[in-house]
C-alpha cells in the first residue's frame, strides 16, 4: 500500500516522507519509496548569508519592477555594484517562486 501510495506525489514529497529518526534504516526506507540511495541520504544545504542578501535584493528589486526578469535583474545588480551571472539569478528567482509578468 505505501509503495503504492508513495508515487502519487512528486519526488520531493517522497523525500520528505523519510523519518531520519525511525527504527528503519534510511536506506530501506528510500527503497520503499521507490527513491535511489543517493536521494534518500541527501542533506539540505543551508543557505549562505551571502546567498541570503542577494535574494533578499532581488526580491525588492522585483517587488519595484515585477517586469523585470533575470536578465534586467542582472543588470540592476551589476549597476549595483553587485556582479552576478543571468542564470544565477533566473535560479534564485525560480527558488523563490518569482517571475516577470
Partial sequence: MLRRGAHQGGMAERTKMIDRTHALP???????LAL????????PKPVS?????????I???HLEGPLAG??????MLTGEGRPVGR????????RMGLHAV
Fill in 26 to 32: 534510511i536506506l530501506r526506507q528510500g527503497q520503499t
Fill in 36 to 43: 535511489s540511495r543517493s536521494t534518500a541520504d541527501d542533506q
Fill in 49 to 57: 548569508s551571502e546567498n541570503l542578501a542577494r535574494m533578499r535584493r
Fill in 59 to 61: 526580491d525588492e528589486l
Fill in 70 to 75: 533575470a536578465r534586467m535583474l542582472r543588470m
Fill in 87 to 94: 542564470r544565477r539569478v533566473a535560479t534564485r528567482m525560480k
